[in-house]
């Protein structure tokens, strides 16, 4: 049970938009930055957006994340079958003085 | 160009140790937080521990606490994690990654998998 709540999985059709949610509480998502990562199968996570909006270079502007009190929502845009991956996010707990992650989310692009 | 090499991985009996280490390039070693995360077989990513860029701080999962030892050596660029009292549910690909404070971690390694079994 992880302490981020992820939707498994979400789909959508090539040239559509998706988002996927993230719920927390109060001391970490409330209170912290949210990150979020995307993994390939079989290769290492890699940053797609940091506090709670930001991309770094190289995330295409396609996608975007924003935050309301303790949730935050990744959304992508104009969805490729590159976009295919496993989608995680991330927060510092206060409560526990420990990183946490949802569960994941896999995307489906049919 | 930033790296993050990991290595140390392998097979060990219920009740070992292990010691992974995590060699970094590309970038001051020193100013960085530093963190492993893991993943188990077909499951998600599993925060572990984290250590400050002096080494004076260091954060464990409670899945981990007094059983795993993070730690660095600034003069090697090296991060370690010191794995003891090992169980079959700390099988997993075990990660290194650069933190930017406590906030997300901009750069990954490959891992390293951690098999726990007799």
């Known amino acids: 049970q992880s302490v981020l709540t992820q939707p498994p999985s979400v789909s959508a059709a090539p040239g559509q938009k998706v988002t996927i949610s993230c719920s927390g509480s109060s001391s970490n998502i409330g209170n912290n930055y949210v990150s979020w990562y995307q993994q390939v199968p079989g290769t290492a996570p890699k940053l797609l957006i940091y506090d709670n909006n930001k991309r770094p270079s190289g995330t295409p502007d396609r996608f975007s994340g924003s935050k309301s009190g303790t949730s935050a929502t990744l959304g992508i845009t104009g969805l490729q079958t590159g976009d295919e991956a496993d989608y995680y996010c991330g927060a510092w707990d206060n409560s526990v003085s420990a990183g946490v992650f949802g569960g994941g989310t896999k995307l489906t692009v049919l | 160009e930033v790296q993050l090499l990991e290595s140390g991985g392998g097979l060990v009996q219920p009740g070992g140790s292990l010691r992974l280490s995590c060699t970094a390039s590309g970038f001051t070693f020193s100013s960085y937080v530093l963190y492993w995360v893991r993943q188990a077989p077909g499951k998600g990513l599993e925060w572990v521990s984290a250590i400050t860029d002096s080494g004076g701080r260091t954060y464990h999962a409670d899945s981990v606490k007094g059983r795993f030892t993070i730690s660095r050596d600034n003069s090697k660029n090296t991060l370690y994690l010191e794995m003891n009292s090992l169980r079959a549910e700390d099988t997993a690909v075990y990660y290194c990654?650069?933190?930017?404070?406590?906030?997300?971690?901009?750069?990954w390694g490959q891992g390293t998998l951690v098999t726990v079994s007799s």
């Open positions: 990654a650069r933190g930017v404070g406590l906030d997300y971690c901009d750069y």
